[in-house]
């Protein structure tokens, strides 16, 4: 076990505060950071990260080969990153597109890619019982409403896309009738909705830090307040000494951008939160929104929302502008406009919690690739691994890059290094101010095409002309 060098309680407090992460602040075991790095060091597997990607590969790495050495390096404390932010989706469904990964619609891949997705949602369950992770993991489904015929027409699309497929999830996942997608949730104006059983609700700093201490109980050794400032073949360097490692592996998703000569690796897109105040159980009522069942939308500029283990109602949305010179910065984090944008998207698709107090609100970076697909990828030769890329499915996808990452490490032969997204690497974001205009012009058009279809009920063409620059839901 390895023994943890305490802070002052101010450190803590202040990450806290610096985060935002309602999931932090409320928090109630210990934030103090585990003890840095000091000096030089050996082990066999150096992880750059403390999130999911990185903790979940040092967990099965030391699952499967308990005599390895893992080290995890993290900048501020574990969850710090988005792992400790998100909108609590652990969801199902490909993180990219069959063509980015080269496959075609109704390929055997697509489908066991698919069905690896709907695997992690147990497999993280199973962990979660094992570890006895307390994190509020409710295993409910996700409903997707639609509130104009456009946004309708993109479920009914999707469906068809499954259906078409022959995947997996084409039995279970359904459109529902507006009185079926009333009876889950009592949200006004409904056209219609889909439901997937393969989405389960969680707290993620309660996730992500149980899986920290599911890791140390294994044996791995977790430095945090420890900044990377160079990922090489053989050797992680830090100000205060290095590591030195058979293998290396990168774990830091948007904050990559920030590594030399990854500036374009991806777009970090801000993706922002609110939640309100605990809601008394006759509000729960009136919203008929059972435990655990995650809600969204489909205007382009979509909202997420679940109930979360603590009663509280917390909803996010993307939509914050970019910023040219700081495209990752703990300014973006928080923004007058998408916060009151967020807060009369829960007035008008849950109006009986309207008048419910905001008590939180904070965001963080997603990692868009070009190709908006993530890629997981072991260059066995230098001993350098990494993935990322989940735009927004970091949950689910990040338990299975860290298991397939794993995998290549000891060179098992197993289904999950098949899968497509094995070796891919997305091509490079245009250079600046490129990529700034392009992320404006995506946010604004958007933006523009909701108020569109909001007002006329009918799909709004341009957003065709972004076409090249977005995920494939658009
Ligand atoms: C507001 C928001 C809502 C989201 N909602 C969902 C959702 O509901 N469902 C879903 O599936 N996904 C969601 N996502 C995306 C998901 O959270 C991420 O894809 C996922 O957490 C990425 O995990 P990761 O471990 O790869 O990276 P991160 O969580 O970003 O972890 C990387 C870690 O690396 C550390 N680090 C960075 N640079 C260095 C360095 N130089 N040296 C050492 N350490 C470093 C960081 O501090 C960080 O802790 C959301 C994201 C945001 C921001």
């Not at 496959?103 to 695997?119: C, F, I, N």
């Not at 809600?295 to 979509?302: A, G, Q």
């Not at 995998?407 to 091509?427: A, F, M, N, Q």
Request: net charge positive; glycine share 10%.
């Amino acid at each position: 076990m390895l023994s943890r060098e305490r802070k002052p309680a101010g450190d803590a407090a202040e990450t806290r505060d610096r985060s935002s992460s309602m999931w932090l602040a409320q928090f109630d075991g210990s934030l103090a950071p585990r003890a840095a790095l000091a000096g030089d060091r050996d082990c066999d597997v150096a992880i750059v990260g403390a999130g999911f990607t990185g903790l979940w590969t040092a967990y099965y790495l030391k699952t499967l080969q308990p005599d390895l050495r893992v080290v995890v390096l993290e900048r501020e404390i574990v969850g710090f990153g988005p792992s400790g932010r998100n909108g609590g989706w652990a969801l199902g469904g490909l993180s990219g597109t069959p063509a980015a990964y080269g496959v075609s619609h109704g390929d055997e891949r697509v489908a066991r890619a698919l069905r690896a997705t709907h695997e992690a949602i147990d497999e993280i369950a199973a962990i979660v019982a094992r570890e006895r992770i307390d994190c509020g993991f409710v295993k409910a489904g996700a409903l997707t409403l639609a509130t104009s015929a456009p946004q309708w027409q993109r479920l009914q699309a999707r469906q068809t896309d499954a259906d078409t497929a022959g995947l997996p999830q084409a039995p279970d996942a359904r459109l529902l009738s507006i009185a079926e997608a009333e009876a889950m949730v009592a949200a006004p104006g409904l056209r219609g909705g889909r439901f997937t059983p393969h989405a389960a609700r969680v707290d993620p700093a309660r996730l992500v830090r149980g899986l920290a201490d599911a890791c140390e109980r294994r044996g791995v050794t977790i430095h945090e307040r420890t900044a990377a400032s160079a990922i090489e073949p053989g050797r992680v360097r830090t100000a205060a000494g290095g590591l030195r490692a058979a293998i290396v592996i990168g774990a830091t998703e948007s904050y990559t951008t920030q590594l030399r000569g990854k500036r374009l690796a991806y777009l970090p897109l801000y993706s922002l939160m609110i939640a309100t105040e605990p809601l008394p159980e006759g509000v729960w009522a009136q919203l008929r929104w059972a435990d655990g069942l995650l809600v969204d939308d489909r205007h382009h500029l979509f909202f997420y929302a679940q109930r979360t283990p603590e009663g509280r109602i917390a909803i996010g949305g993307r939509g914050a502008p970019y910023r040219l010179r700081s495209p990752i910065d703990e300014h973006n984090e928080r923004n007058a406009a998408v916060r009151a944008r967020l807060v009369a998207t829960l007035a008008r698709a849950f109006p009986a919690a309207a008048d419910a107090q905001i008590t939180h609100h904070w965001g963080g970076p997603l990692a868009a690739p070009r190709d908006w697909s993530m890629g997981v990828s072991f260059d066995r030769a230098r001993g350098l691994g990494g993935a990322g890329g989940y735009t927004g499915h970091g949950v689910a996808a990040a338990n299975i890059a860290g298991a397939t990452l794993a995998d290549l490490i000891l060179r098992r032969d197993s289904d999950l290094v098949t899968l497509p997204w094995v070796g891919h690497r997305s091509r490079r974001w245009e250079p600046e101010p490129l990529r700034y205009l392009a992320s404006r012009a995506i946010v604004g058009t958007l933006g523009a095409a909701d108020r569109h279809e909001d007002a006329t009920d009918r799909p709004a063409r341009r957003v065709r002309l972004l076409r090249p620059f977005l995920p494939p839901a658009h």
